[in-house]
T-cell receptor, first 112, second 108 residues
Framework: DTEVTQTPKHLVMGMTNKKSLKCEQHMGHRAMYWYKQKAKKPPELMFVYSYEKLSINESVPSRFSPECPNSSLLNLHLHALQPEDSALYLC???????????FGNGTRLTVT | GIQVEQSPPDLILQEGANSTLRCNFSDSVNNLQWFHQNPWGQLINLFYIPSGTKQNGRLSATTVATERYSLLYISSSQTTDSGVYFCAVRAGSYQLTFGKGTKLSVIP
């Protein structure tokens, strides 16, 4: 699914850094998602935005801060991460509940 | 929450062989998707199939919603089919729950 674009593809950051992951879709979808995937595990839901409002936060630590500036963009701000936060971060979008999710290619994050 | 079980967890096939992957789920669903995650981590939509049967080339899928299972058929497998196949379901909310996946290795 290349209609959801994520940048950067790879990111290496130290534990004191602040960085952001970006996601963009132009399919007119009104729901956007962040998933985290550790090696050899399935993706796990972190956040859902519906109509630009945060509707689901799956008890994610505050060092992860999502932002939805408009219906096409979704950011994930990272601060004071731990090495165990190293993972593949996937963004997805859908028309709404019950509609299929379309995933981006992910950002592979390494925290040193 | 809804439980999703996939079987088998691992599968090794000779190129050209056929296979069936299974997904069982514990509650009624309004969304069921099959994904293929390639070795580079890309999660590719295969089917959106909350019920019924669909076909796309060598792949087909069937979901029997009343019996809470879905099957993914791969025919004439190719080495490019290798990767992890995930079944994911949703039961009314925005949350899509993934099974643990089936790791498929197709050998020449």
């Amino acid at each position: 699914d290349t209609e959801v674009t994520q940048t950067p593809k790879h990111l290496v950051m130290g534990m004191t850094n602040k960085k952001s992951l970006k996601c963009e879709q132009h399919m007119g979808h009104r729901a956007m998602y962040w998933y985290k995937q550790k090696a050899k595990k399935p993706p796990e839901l972190m956040f859902v935005y519906s109509y630009e409002k945060l509707s689901i936060n799956e008890s994610v630590p505050s060092r992860f801060s999502p932002e939805c500036p408009n219906s096409s963009l979704l950011n994930l701000h990272l601060h004071a991460l731990q090495p165990e936060d190293s993972a593949l971060y996937l963004c997805a979008s859908s028309q709404g509940p019950g509609s299929p999710l379309h995933f981006g290619n992910g950002t592979r994050l390494t925290v040193t | 929450g809804i439980q999703v079980e996939q079987s088998p967890p691992d599968l090794i096939l000779q190129e050209g062989a056929n296979s069936t992957l299974r997904c069982n789920f514990s509650d009624s669903v309004n969304n069921l998707q099959w994904f293929h995650q390639n070795p580079w981590g890309q999660l590719i939509n295969l089917f959106y199939i909350p019920s019924g049967t669909k076909q796309n080339g060598r792949l087909s899928a069937t979901t029997v919603a009343t019996e809470r299972y879905s099957l993914l058929y791969i025919s004439s497998s190719q080495t490019t089919d290798s990767g992890v196949y995930f079944c994911a379901v949703r039961a009314g909310s925005y949350q899509l729950t993934f099974g643990k996946g089936t790791k498929l290795s197709v050998i020449p």
